[in-house]
DNA sequence: AGGGTTATATACTCTTTAGTACAATACAAC
DNA sequence: GTTGTATTGTACTAAAGAGTATATAACCCT
Protein backbone atom coordinates (compact mmCIF):
# COMPACT_ATOMS: atom_id res chain seq x y z
CA UNK A 1 0.00 0.00 0.00
CA UNK A 2 3.02 2.33 -0.19
CA UNK A 3 2.65 5.38 -2.56
CA UNK A 4 6.15 4.73 -4.00
CA UNK A 5 6.60 1.61 -6.23
CA UNK A 6 8.91 -0.42 -4.39
CA UNK A 7 10.34 -3.13 -6.27
CA UNK A 8 9.98 -5.34 -3.15
CA UNK A 9 10.36 -9.17 -4.20
CA UNK A 10 7.52 -10.24 -2.30
CA UNK A 11 4.76 -12.46 -3.85
CA UNK A 12 4.75 -13.57 -7.34
CA UNK A 13 6.66 -11.94 -9.75
CA UNK A 14 5.49 -10.27 -12.28
CA UNK A 15 5.59 -12.24 -15.70
CA UNK A 16 6.24 -9.11 -18.28
CA UNK A 17 8.32 -6.19 -18.16
CA UNK A 18 6.43 -3.08 -17.72
CA UNK A 19 8.46 -0.55 -19.96
CA UNK A 20 7.91 -2.58 -22.68
CA UNK A 21 4.51 -3.04 -21.61
CA UNK A 22 4.30 0.57 -21.57
CA UNK A 23 5.97 1.21 -24.88
CA UNK A 24 3.47 -1.16 -26.95
CA UNK A 25 0.87 0.87 -24.82
CA UNK A 26 2.14 3.93 -26.26
CA UNK A 27 1.87 2.99 -29.90
CA UNK A 28 -1.42 2.42 -29.66
CA UNK A 29 -2.76 5.55 -28.15
CA UNK A 30 -0.08 7.11 -30.58
CA UNK A 31 -1.73 5.27 -33.55
CA UNK A 32 -5.11 5.48 -32.43
CA UNK A 33 -5.80 8.31 -29.53
CA UNK A 34 -7.16 7.63 -26.45
CA UNK A 35 -10.93 7.34 -27.43
CA UNK A 36 -10.20 5.28 -30.76
CA UNK A 37 -7.80 2.67 -28.41
CA UNK A 38 -9.51 0.22 -26.39
CA UNK A 39 -8.58 -1.48 -23.75
CA UNK A 40 -9.05 -4.95 -25.89
CA UNK A 41 -6.41 -3.17 -28.56
CA UNK A 42 -3.88 -2.13 -25.37
CA UNK A 43 -3.71 -5.68 -23.83
CA UNK A 44 -3.69 -7.46 -26.89
CA UNK A 45 -0.48 -5.30 -27.76
CA UNK A 46 1.01 -5.17 -24.08
CA UNK A 47 0.15 -8.58 -24.51
CA UNK A 48 -1.51 -8.90 -21.23
CA UNK A 49 -4.63 -9.31 -19.60
CA UNK A 50 -6.45 -6.79 -18.50
CA UNK A 51 -6.23 -8.19 -14.37
CA UNK A 52 -2.27 -7.26 -15.15
CA UNK A 53 -2.52 -3.63 -16.68
CA UNK A 54 -5.22 -2.34 -13.67
CA UNK A 55 -2.88 -3.82 -11.30
CA UNK A 56 0.17 -2.27 -12.94
CA UNK A 57 -1.07 1.05 -14.50
CA UNK A 58 -4.36 1.47 -12.44
CA UNK A 59 -6.67 2.53 -15.44
CA UNK A 60 -6.72 3.50 -18.99
CA UNK A 61 -5.94 6.96 -18.15
CA UNK A 62 -3.34 6.61 -16.03
CA UNK A 63 -1.79 4.25 -18.56
CA UNK A 64 -2.35 7.04 -21.20
CA UNK A 65 -0.29 9.39 -18.43
CA UNK A 66 2.30 6.84 -17.88
CA UNK A 67 2.94 6.32 -21.62
CA UNK A 68 3.13 10.14 -22.43
CA UNK A 69 5.36 10.65 -19.75
CA UNK A 70 7.97 8.28 -21.37
CA UNK A 71 7.24 9.48 -24.74
CA UNK A 72 9.23 12.70 -23.20
CA UNK A 73 11.82 11.53 -21.69
CA UNK A 74 12.70 8.20 -23.90
CA UNK A 75 16.17 9.51 -25.46
CA UNK A 76 14.98 9.56 -28.88
CA UNK A 77 13.23 13.02 -28.25
CA UNK A 78 14.30 16.19 -30.22
CA UNK A 79 13.28 18.99 -27.91
CA UNK A 80 15.52 18.78 -24.79
CA UNK A 81 18.56 18.68 -27.05
CA UNK A 82 17.04 21.53 -28.69
CA UNK A 83 16.99 23.40 -26.12
CA UNK A 84 20.92 22.73 -25.12
CA UNK A 85 22.06 24.09 -28.69
CA UNK A 86 24.19 27.10 -28.18
CA UNK A 87 22.84 29.81 -29.89
CA UNK A 88 18.84 30.72 -30.30
CA UNK A 89 19.20 30.37 -34.21
CA UNK A 90 20.46 26.41 -33.69
CA UNK A 91 18.02 25.77 -31.29
CA UNK A 92 15.13 26.69 -33.64
CA UNK A 93 17.36 24.31 -36.45
CA UNK A 94 17.67 21.84 -34.19
CA UNK A 95 14.15 21.78 -33.29
CA UNK A 96 12.69 21.94 -36.61
CA UNK A 97 14.82 19.49 -38.30
CA UNK A 98 14.72 17.42 -35.43
CA UNK A 99 10.80 17.23 -35.78
CA UNK A 100 10.97 16.34 -39.05
CA UNK A 101 12.92 13.33 -38.94
CA UNK A 102 11.34 12.40 -35.66
CA UNK A 103 7.69 12.59 -36.63
CA UNK A 104 8.23 10.85 -40.20
CA UNK A 105 10.27 8.13 -38.29
CA UNK A 106 9.05 4.83 -39.42
CA UNK A 107 10.75 3.21 -36.69
CA UNK A 108 7.63 4.07 -34.71
CA UNK A 109 4.10 5.82 -35.44
CA UNK A 110 3.84 8.97 -37.38
CA UNK A 111 3.15 12.58 -35.47
CA UNK A 112 3.49 13.70 -32.55
CA UNK A 113 1.15 11.71 -29.07
CA UNK A 114 1.72 14.91 -27.74
CA UNK A 115 -0.89 16.50 -30.59
CA UNK A 116 -2.85 13.42 -32.09
CA UNK A 117 -3.31 11.65 -28.20
CA UNK A 118 -6.04 14.30 -27.74
CA UNK A 119 -7.17 16.60 -29.60
CA UNK A 120 -11.03 16.52 -30.45
CA UNK A 121 -12.31 14.06 -27.72
CA UNK A 122 -14.98 12.81 -25.74
CA UNK A 123 -15.98 13.64 -22.29
CA UNK A 124 -14.04 10.80 -20.75
CA UNK A 125 -10.99 12.15 -22.26
CA UNK A 126 -10.90 15.74 -21.32
CA UNK A 127 -9.01 15.18 -18.72
CA UNK A 128 -5.97 13.70 -20.34
CA UNK A 129 -6.97 16.20 -23.17
CA UNK A 130 -6.55 19.37 -20.71
CA UNK A 131 -2.96 17.84 -19.74
CA UNK A 132 -1.69 17.12 -23.22
CA UNK A 133 -2.02 21.19 -23.92
CA UNK A 134 -0.41 22.35 -20.41
CA UNK A 135 2.35 20.12 -21.75
CA UNK A 136 2.31 21.75 -25.24
CA UNK A 137 2.24 25.15 -23.45
CA UNK A 138 4.96 23.98 -21.30
CA UNK A 139 7.01 23.45 -23.99
CA UNK A 140 6.55 26.42 -25.89
CA UNK A 141 7.24 28.64 -22.23
CA UNK A 142 10.66 26.53 -22.02
CA UNK A 143 11.30 27.83 -25.57
CA UNK A 144 10.47 31.19 -24.30
CA UNK A 145 12.61 30.82 -21.47
CA UNK A 146 16.02 29.54 -24.14
CA UNK A 147 15.52 32.59 -25.99
CA UNK A 148 15.13 34.77 -23.27
CA UNK A 149 18.63 33.48 -22.55
CA UNK A 150 19.41 33.65 -25.80
CA UNK A 151 19.06 37.49 -25.63
CA UNK A 152 21.03 37.81 -22.05
CA UNK A 153 23.80 36.12 -24.06
CA UNK A 154 23.51 38.11 -26.88
CA UNK A 155 23.42 35.82 -29.70
CA UNK A 156 19.54 36.87 -30.34
CA UNK A 157 18.28 40.43 -30.78
CA UNK A 158 16.50 42.15 -27.52
CA UNK A 159 13.65 43.68 -29.56
CA UNK A 160 12.86 40.26 -30.62
CA UNK A 161 9.61 39.02 -29.38
CA UNK A 162 10.36 35.74 -27.42
CA UNK A 163 6.66 34.77 -26.83
CA UNK A 164 5.62 35.25 -30.58
CA UNK A 165 8.77 33.65 -31.68
CA UNK A 166 8.32 30.40 -29.44
CA UNK A 167 4.96 29.85 -30.41
CA UNK A 168 5.60 30.44 -34.10
CA UNK A 169 7.90 27.65 -33.82
CA UNK A 170 5.97 25.27 -31.40
CA UNK A 171 3.00 26.16 -34.20
CA UNK A 172 5.28 24.89 -36.97
CA UNK A 173 6.43 22.33 -35.03
CA UNK A 174 2.65 21.13 -34.48
CA UNK A 175 1.99 21.34 -38.27
CA UNK A 176 4.76 18.82 -38.86
CA UNK A 177 3.10 16.44 -36.45
CA UNK A 178 0.14 16.77 -38.60
CA UNK A 179 1.99 16.56 -42.21
CA UNK A 180 3.52 13.28 -40.47
CA UNK A 181 0.65 11.71 -39.28
CA UNK A 182 -1.09 12.10 -43.09
CA UNK A 183 2.23 10.36 -44.36
CA UNK A 184 4.40 13.14 -45.48
CA UNK A 185 8.11 12.04 -45.86
CA UNK A 186 11.03 13.54 -44.38
CA UNK A 187 12.50 14.62 -47.20
CA UNK A 188 8.62 16.71 -47.53
CA UNK A 189 9.31 17.63 -43.84
CA UNK A 190 12.96 18.78 -44.16
CA UNK A 191 11.53 21.44 -47.29
CA UNK A 192 8.73 22.83 -44.77
CA UNK A 193 11.37 23.08 -41.33
CA UNK A 194 14.06 24.92 -43.75
CA UNK A 195 11.26 27.27 -45.40
CA UNK A 196 10.06 27.96 -41.63
CA UNK A 197 13.56 28.59 -40.96
CA UNK A 198 13.99 32.00 -42.97
CA UNK A 199 11.47 33.43 -40.87
CA UNK A 200 14.33 33.27 -37.85
CA UNK A 201 16.08 35.97 -36.81
CA UNK A 202 19.77 35.01 -37.28
CA UNK A 203 22.25 37.63 -35.94
CA UNK A 204 24.92 36.47 -38.33
CA UNK B 1 -36.30 4.46 -53.75
CA UNK B 2 -34.43 6.95 -56.26
CA UNK B 3 -30.80 8.00 -55.69
CA UNK B 4 -31.37 11.33 -56.19
CA UNK B 5 -32.77 12.85 -53.27
CA UNK B 6 -36.19 14.80 -54.45
CA UNK B 7 -37.55 17.18 -52.57
CA UNK B 8 -41.42 15.20 -53.34
CA UNK B 9 -44.11 16.59 -51.04
CA UNK B 10 -44.88 12.91 -49.88
CA UNK B 11 -45.90 11.49 -46.88
CA UNK B 12 -45.30 13.06 -43.84
CA UNK B 13 -43.37 16.37 -44.03
CA UNK B 14 -40.00 16.24 -41.86
CA UNK B 15 -40.40 18.27 -38.27
CA UNK B 16 -36.57 19.40 -38.61
CA UNK B 17 -34.48 21.20 -40.92
CA UNK B 18 -31.89 19.29 -41.95
CA UNK B 19 -29.77 22.01 -42.83
CA UNK B 20 -29.40 23.21 -39.17
CA UNK B 21 -29.35 19.66 -38.11
CA UNK B 22 -26.01 18.79 -39.62
CA UNK B 23 -24.51 22.53 -38.42
CA UNK B 24 -25.35 20.97 -34.95
CA UNK B 25 -23.95 17.61 -35.92
CA UNK B 26 -20.80 19.46 -37.63
CA UNK B 27 -20.02 21.18 -34.19
CA UNK B 28 -20.31 18.00 -32.16
CA UNK B 29 -17.81 16.13 -34.79
CA UNK B 30 -15.63 19.46 -34.43
CA UNK B 31 -15.42 19.61 -30.55
CA UNK B 32 -15.24 15.39 -29.55
CA UNK B 33 -13.90 14.49 -33.05
CA UNK B 34 -15.55 11.00 -35.00
CA UNK B 35 -14.21 8.87 -32.37
CA UNK B 36 -15.76 10.59 -29.59
CA UNK B 37 -18.94 12.00 -30.78
CA UNK B 38 -21.56 9.43 -29.80
CA UNK B 39 -24.82 9.04 -31.44
CA UNK B 40 -26.41 10.31 -28.45
CA UNK B 41 -24.14 13.22 -28.40
CA UNK B 42 -25.41 13.71 -31.83
CA UNK B 43 -29.51 13.37 -31.46
CA UNK B 44 -29.55 15.45 -28.33
CA UNK B 45 -27.54 17.83 -30.46
CA UNK B 46 -29.27 18.25 -33.62
CA UNK B 47 -32.47 17.81 -31.68
CA UNK B 48 -34.09 14.68 -33.15
CA UNK B 49 -34.26 11.12 -32.45
CA UNK B 50 -32.17 7.98 -33.98
CA UNK B 51 -34.12 6.51 -36.47
CA UNK B 52 -34.45 10.55 -38.23
CA UNK B 53 -31.00 10.46 -37.96
CA UNK B 54 -30.02 7.39 -39.96
CA UNK B 55 -33.00 8.10 -42.37
CA UNK B 56 -32.22 11.50 -42.72
CA UNK B 57 -28.45 11.34 -43.15
CA UNK B 58 -27.53 7.22 -43.66
CA UNK B 59 -25.24 6.37 -40.46
CA UNK B 60 -22.28 8.04 -38.39
CA UNK B 61 -19.82 8.04 -41.30
CA UNK B 62 -22.33 9.54 -43.95
CA UNK B 63 -23.62 12.63 -41.71
CA UNK B 64 -19.66 12.96 -40.73
CA UNK B 65 -18.45 13.14 -44.70
CA UNK B 66 -22.13 15.21 -44.88
CA UNK B 67 -20.94 17.45 -41.99
CA UNK B 68 -17.52 17.94 -43.53
CA UNK B 69 -19.22 18.45 -46.64
CA UNK B 70 -21.10 21.59 -45.54
CA UNK B 71 -18.01 22.79 -43.46
CA UNK B 72 -16.16 23.27 -46.67
CA UNK B 73 -18.34 25.06 -48.93
CA UNK B 74 -20.11 27.04 -45.74
CA UNK B 75 -19.76 31.28 -46.66
CA UNK B 76 -17.41 31.65 -43.42
CA UNK B 77 -14.79 29.74 -44.84
CA UNK B 78 -11.54 31.26 -45.57
CA UNK B 79 -9.77 28.77 -48.04
CA UNK B 80 -11.48 29.51 -51.12
CA UNK B 81 -11.39 33.42 -50.99
CA UNK B 82 -7.49 33.19 -50.75
CA UNK B 83 -7.29 31.51 -53.69
CA UNK B 84 -9.01 33.88 -55.16
CA UNK B 85 -6.62 36.71 -54.48
CA UNK B 86 -4.81 38.62 -57.09
CA UNK B 87 -1.13 37.94 -56.12
CA UNK B 88 0.70 34.70 -55.01
CA UNK B 89 1.57 36.41 -51.80
CA UNK B 90 -1.79 38.26 -51.32
CA UNK B 91 -2.97 34.21 -51.18
CA UNK B 92 -0.63 33.53 -48.74
CA UNK B 93 -1.26 36.32 -46.34
CA UNK B 94 -5.43 35.58 -46.31
CA UNK B 95 -4.72 32.29 -46.11
CA UNK B 96 -2.75 33.13 -42.85
CA UNK B 97 -4.11 35.39 -41.55
CA UNK B 98 -8.02 33.93 -42.26
CA UNK B 99 -7.37 31.02 -40.51
CA UNK B 100 -5.92 32.97 -37.46
CA UNK B 101 -8.48 34.52 -37.73
CA UNK B 102 -11.37 31.84 -38.39
CA UNK B 103 -10.14 29.14 -36.20
CA UNK B 104 -9.81 30.79 -33.09
CA UNK B 105 -13.53 32.51 -33.52
CA UNK B 106 -15.99 31.60 -30.67
CA UNK B 107 -18.70 31.37 -32.55
CA UNK B 108 -18.10 27.88 -33.28
CA UNK B 109 -15.66 25.24 -32.06
CA UNK B 110 -11.80 26.50 -32.60
CA UNK B 111 -9.47 24.85 -34.81
CA UNK B 112 -10.28 22.74 -38.05
CA UNK B 113 -12.37 19.97 -38.37
CA UNK B 114 -10.50 18.40 -41.15
CA UNK B 115 -7.22 18.13 -38.71
CA UNK B 116 -8.97 17.37 -35.27
CA UNK B 117 -12.32 15.41 -36.98
CA UNK B 118 -10.09 12.09 -37.32
CA UNK B 119 -6.28 12.42 -36.65
CA UNK B 120 -5.64 9.77 -34.91
CA UNK B 121 -8.66 7.44 -34.43
CA UNK B 122 -9.98 3.72 -34.16
CA UNK B 123 -10.35 1.24 -37.10
CA UNK B 124 -14.09 2.23 -37.02
CA UNK B 125 -12.90 5.50 -38.32
CA UNK B 126 -10.34 4.68 -40.54
CA UNK B 127 -12.86 5.73 -43.31
CA UNK B 128 -13.04 9.09 -42.24
CA UNK B 129 -9.52 9.70 -42.01
CA UNK B 130 -8.55 8.62 -45.07
CA UNK B 131 -11.12 10.81 -46.70
CA UNK B 132 -10.19 13.58 -44.49
CA UNK B 133 -5.79 13.03 -44.88
CA UNK B 134 -7.23 13.29 -49.21
CA UNK B 135 -9.22 16.49 -48.66
CA UNK B 136 -6.15 18.37 -46.72
CA UNK B 137 -3.96 16.65 -49.72
CA UNK B 138 -6.55 18.56 -52.24
CA UNK B 139 -6.07 22.06 -50.26
CA UNK B 140 -2.57 21.28 -50.86
CA UNK B 141 -2.66 21.16 -54.61
CA UNK B 142 -5.01 23.56 -55.06
CA UNK B 143 -2.72 26.02 -53.38
CA UNK B 144 -0.26 24.87 -55.99
CA UNK B 145 -1.90 25.24 -58.54
CA UNK B 146 -2.61 28.77 -57.86
CA UNK B 147 1.07 29.49 -57.54
CA UNK B 148 1.68 27.84 -60.79
CA UNK B 149 -0.49 30.09 -62.30
CA UNK B 150 0.97 33.30 -60.12
CA UNK B 151 4.33 32.05 -61.81
CA UNK B 152 2.93 32.47 -65.15
CA UNK B 153 1.07 35.64 -64.36
CA UNK B 154 4.65 36.91 -63.35
CA UNK B 155 4.04 37.77 -59.50
CA UNK B 156 5.69 35.06 -58.53
CA UNK B 157 9.24 34.33 -59.48
CA UNK B 158 9.73 31.29 -61.93
CA UNK B 159 12.52 29.24 -59.74
CA UNK B 160 10.25 28.97 -56.32
CA UNK B 161 9.08 25.24 -55.59
CA UNK B 162 5.41 25.52 -55.95
CA UNK B 163 4.60 22.36 -53.84
CA UNK B 164 7.03 23.01 -50.71
CA UNK B 165 5.48 26.25 -50.71
CA UNK B 166 2.34 25.00 -50.27
CA UNK B 167 3.06 23.05 -47.85
CA UNK B 168 4.75 25.03 -46.00
CA UNK B 169 1.58 27.26 -45.72
CA UNK B 170 -0.82 24.66 -45.37
CA UNK B 171 1.64 23.31 -42.36
CA UNK B 172 1.32 26.80 -41.02
CA UNK B 173 -2.85 25.86 -40.95
CA UNK B 174 -2.49 23.19 -39.47
CA UNK B 175 -0.16 24.55 -36.78
CA UNK B 176 -2.76 27.39 -36.17
CA UNK B 177 -5.25 24.85 -35.94
CA UNK B 178 -3.58 22.85 -33.14
CA UNK B 179 -3.01 26.23 -31.50
CA UNK B 180 -6.49 28.02 -31.81
CA UNK B 181 -7.88 24.17 -30.46
CA UNK B 182 -5.36 24.61 -27.70
CA UNK B 183 -7.38 27.83 -26.59
CA UNK B 184 -4.76 30.39 -28.07
CA UNK B 185 -6.39 33.86 -28.92
CA UNK B 186 -6.98 35.51 -32.27
CA UNK B 187 -3.86 37.65 -31.58
CA UNK B 188 -1.62 35.30 -30.80
CA UNK B 189 -2.44 33.02 -33.95
CA UNK B 190 -2.22 36.76 -36.25
CA UNK B 191 1.21 36.63 -34.50
CA UNK B 192 2.06 33.65 -35.75
CA UNK B 193 0.72 33.92 -38.97
CA UNK B 194 2.82 37.21 -39.82
CA UNK B 195 5.99 35.30 -38.90
CA UNK B 196 4.81 32.54 -40.87
CA UNK B 197 4.65 35.45 -43.86
CA UNK B 198 8.30 36.33 -43.53
CA UNK B 199 9.11 33.58 -45.29
CA UNK B 200 6.99 33.97 -48.19
CA UNK B 201 9.09 35.25 -51.60
CA UNK B 202 7.84 38.79 -52.28
CA UNK B 203 8.31 40.68 -55.32
CA UNK B 204 7.83 44.10 -54.35
C1' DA C 1 -63.08 11.31 -46.49
C1' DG C 2 -59.83 7.56 -47.62
C1' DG C 3 -55.44 5.49 -49.43
C1' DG C 4 -50.58 5.92 -50.14
C1' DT C 5 -46.38 7.46 -48.25
C1' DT C 6 -43.01 9.15 -45.26
C1' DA C 7 -41.45 10.73 -40.60
C1' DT C 8 -41.72 10.12 -35.73
C1' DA C 9 -41.15 8.10 -30.94
C1' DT C 10 -40.51 4.17 -28.19
C1' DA C 11 -38.48 0.19 -27.43
C1' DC C 12 -35.70 -2.99 -28.75
C1' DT C 13 -31.35 -5.69 -30.75
C1' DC C 14 -26.46 -7.19 -30.43
C1' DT C 15 -21.77 -5.82 -29.66
C1' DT C 16 -18.27 -3.60 -27.30
C1' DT C 17 -16.86 -0.76 -23.71
C1' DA C 18 -14.22 -0.03 -19.10
C1' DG C 19 -13.52 -2.19 -15.08
C1' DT C 20 -13.68 -6.24 -11.40
C1' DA C 21 -14.33 -10.89 -8.48
C1' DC C 22 -12.23 -14.83 -7.66
C1' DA C 23 -9.77 -18.92 -7.73
C1' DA C 24 -5.40 -20.71 -9.10
C1' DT C 25 -0.45 -19.99 -9.23
C1' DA C 26 4.38 -18.64 -8.36
C1' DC C 27 7.68 -16.83 -5.79
C1' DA C 28 10.37 -15.16 -0.96
C1' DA C 29 10.92 -15.84 3.74
C1' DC C 30 10.94 -18.69 7.44
C1' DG D 1 7.44 -27.62 3.28
C1' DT D 2 4.40 -24.20 4.96
C1' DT D 3 2.91 -19.38 5.07
C1' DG D 4 2.25 -14.89 3.21
C1' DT D 5 1.90 -11.96 -0.68
C1' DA D 6 1.26 -10.53 -5.25
C1' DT D 7 0.23 -11.78 -10.16
C1' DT D 8 -2.25 -14.36 -13.38
C1' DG D 9 -6.23 -16.13 -16.32
C1' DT D 10 -11.07 -16.79 -16.70
C1' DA D 11 -15.34 -15.22 -16.21
C1' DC D 12 -18.06 -11.86 -15.01
C1' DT D 13 -20.73 -6.98 -14.50
C1' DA D 14 -23.06 -2.81 -15.78
C1' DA D 15 -23.15 0.72 -18.96
C1' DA D 16 -22.80 2.58 -23.45
C1' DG D 17 -21.90 1.88 -28.23
C1' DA D 18 -24.21 1.73 -33.20
C1' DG D 19 -28.08 0.53 -35.51
C1' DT D 20 -33.22 -1.22 -36.21
C1' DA D 21 -38.37 -3.03 -35.78
C1' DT D 22 -42.76 -1.38 -35.25
C1' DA D 23 -46.63 1.08 -34.45
C1' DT D 24 -48.43 5.71 -34.75
C1' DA D 25 -48.85 10.26 -36.60
C1' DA D 26 -48.90 13.76 -40.33
C1' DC D 27 -49.05 15.07 -44.78
C1' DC D 28 -50.48 14.95 -50.34
C1' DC D 29 -53.37 13.24 -53.80
C1' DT D 30 -57.54 11.50 -55.51
Redesign the interface.
Known sequence: MSAVSCTAAVGRPRAFDMQTALEKALDV?????Y????LSDLTSAMGINKPSLYSAFGNKEQLFLKAIEFYETRPCGFFKPALAQSTAYKVAEFMLLGAAQTMSDPSH?Q?C?M???A????EA?AGVKEVL?KR??QSESDLRDRFELAKAQGDLSSDE?TE??S??L??????????A????SEA?LV??AN?????FPRNS
Open positions: FWTKGDGASPGVVQGLACSAIRQDALRYCTVVNGIAIQSSGAQDVMALKS
